[in-house]
């Protein structure tokens, strides 16, 4: 069994930075891929960054990209996001998710295990 424990959400103006954090439970991600996905309200879950643990391979979402960027940090077992000028449509509730590959995936349903969520709110 996986926990992923997600931190680092709020509330910062337009154009602001946050920095989401996700820890995980397990000694060794070696052979697994993370991702962080974000949920609107009415909306469906998208992926909007993942990243394999054996290489560091990324993928950044289009809508985020230049302005959002995932990293990894292997002693720590944990993954972040660095979210930089951030827009209101940003709002969402982000999850962190692992799959137990480390070929990056798109869809949520590849993946295995899910945090609980943390949320960001974008005000203009």
């Known amino acids: 069994q996986v926990q992923l424990v997600e931190s680092g959400g709020g509330l910062v103006q337009a154009g602001g930075s946050l920095r989401l954090s996700c820890a995980g439970s397990?000694?060794?991600?070696?052979?697994?891929?993370m991702g962080w996905f974000r949920q609107a309200p009415g909306m469906e879950r998208g992926l909007v960054a993942a990243?394999?643990?054996?290489?560091?391979?990324?993928y950044v979402g289009d809508s985020v990209k230049g302005r959002f960027t995932i990293s990894k940090d292997s002693a720590k077992n944990t993954v972040y996001l660095q979210m930089n000028n951030l827009k209101p449509e940003d709002t969402a509730v982000y999850y962190c998710?692992?799959?137990?590959?480390?070929?990056?995936?798109?869809?949520?349903?590849?993946?295995?295990?899910w945090g609980q969520g943390t949320r960001v709110t974008v005000s203009s």
């Open positions: 397990r000694r060794n991600f070696s052979r697994f891929a």
């Open positions: 998710a692992a799959r137990t590959s480390p070929l990056l995936n798109l869809w949520t349903s590849d993946y295995d295990y």
């Open positions: 990243i394999s643990w054996v290489d560091g391979s990324s």
